[in-house]
């Protein structure tokens, strides 16, 4: 699998963010754009584009919609309903491209190199005190979650158990959203989880477990979340692209911000201020105790791991119909903005 981006080099500072107002458009010349979030922490670039006036300086103004997953958004997206959504690259947005539905991924929002592990893998303390955990082999026969079946975290647990000798029928798999991992683990109705963040660092600063692995150290540089266009925004090429301009700009905002796997560098206090405000992360503490996520500064998705991940959907069975990667990606919007912008240099 290919390494995506090496965050660790990051110094982009916010001066190198210029040129934003794409000529023609004026302050009259406005266009509303609805966008899905999930209002986690994967939605910090569409935020940060909005509140630093990337997305008004290309003439947009964004209205967010809240979404309990991505799988939800598909249909919104399809029909006109919403223009912009944000999620893992899941069964659900799969198969609506099956369906034939005109929605496409066109760029990546979230993904773990190494250092960035945001998700972890969770043992209950007493577990790992007793020492009825000491590797992941001794998952066998424990009660798991890691989300929902047809998402990205399912993927990080068949890999984790994979690589382990284990498949998921060693384990008693329950399905829990991540907010509820934390007490799940506290009351003992749980064993172990693969968690996000920031609920793996409330579940271990709270004592409920222990965080005895990250991500990055089982399966680095999975494609987490994208960013996806509906039917509509589609077709309205030049607003898609100058979209996507602003996106970018976000996104190598929030990179000015990661130091050494956390939100520590350039902007960070910035940054963690509008994370606090939007999202389940209410304190700058938590928010720089936690494994910050990582975004490829040039907006580039890991086709082979989305490929690796889409095979695991077909052989558990999850997905319906014909459909590839390549037919689920449209990149062309992202190759322009490149163009415009500029691809991303680390600073000197």
């Known amino acids: 699998m290919r390494f995506l981006h090496p965050l660790t080099r990051l110094g982009l500072a916010a001066a190198v963010i210029v040129g934003l107002m794409p000529q023609g458009v004026t302050a ?117 979650s890691a989300n929902q079946p047809g998402g990205v975290s399912y993927i990080m647990l068949v890999e984790l158990l994979r690589k382990y000798g284990l498949t998921p029928a060693d384990v008693n798999l329950q399905n829990l959203d991540f907010p509820n991992h934390v007490l799940a683990l506290a009351n003992g109705k749980l064993d172990a989880t693969i968690t996000e963040e920031p609920y793996a660092t409330l579940a ?44 970018l700009r976000g996104v190598r905002y929030y990179d000015a911000g990661l130091k050494n796997g956390h939100i520590a560098g350039a902007n960070a206090t910035e940054i963690c201020s509008i994370i606090n405000e939007t999202t389940e992360v209410k304190t700058p503490k938590l928010c720089a105790d936690m494994i910050a996520m990582a975004i490829d500064p040039n907006g580039k998705l890991n086709l082979d791991g989305m490929r690796i991940d889409l095979a695991v959907f077909h052989g558990e069975g999850l997905t319906q119909g014909d459909v590839s990667v390549n037919g689920s990606v449209d990149e062309s919007f992202l190759e322009a903005a490149l163009r415009q912008i500029g691809p991303y240099r680390p600073a000197r």
Do not use: H
Request: no cysteine; aromatic share 8%.
């Open 204 to 247: 271990a600063s709270g004592g409920q477990a222990v965080s005895v692995m990250t991500s990055d150290q089982w399966y680095p540089n999975q494609e987490i979340s994208v960013l996806i266009y509906g039917r509509d925004f589609l077709s309205k090429r030049d607003l898609a692209v100058r979209f996507m301009r602003a996106y």
């Open 28 to 144: 009259q010349e406005v266009t509303t754009v609805n966008v899905g979030v999930l209002n986690t922490i994967t939605d910090i670039p569409l935020i940060l584009a909005d509140r630093k006036g990337f997305f008004g300086a290309e003439g947009i103004k964004v209205t967010f919609t809240a979404f309990a997953s991505s799988s939800n958004m598909v249909v919104p997206l399809a029909t006109g309903q919403l223009d912009v959504g944000g999620g893992g690259a899941g069964v659900g947005l799969y198969n609506a491209v099956a369906r034939k539905l005109d929605i496409k991924i066109v760029a990546d929002k979230a993904s773990d190199p190494k250092g960035y592990g945001f998700e972890s893998l969770l043992v209950r303390s007493d577990l790992v005190k007793s020492g009825r955990y000491k590797t992941p082999k001794d998952l066998k026969g424990m009660t798991m």
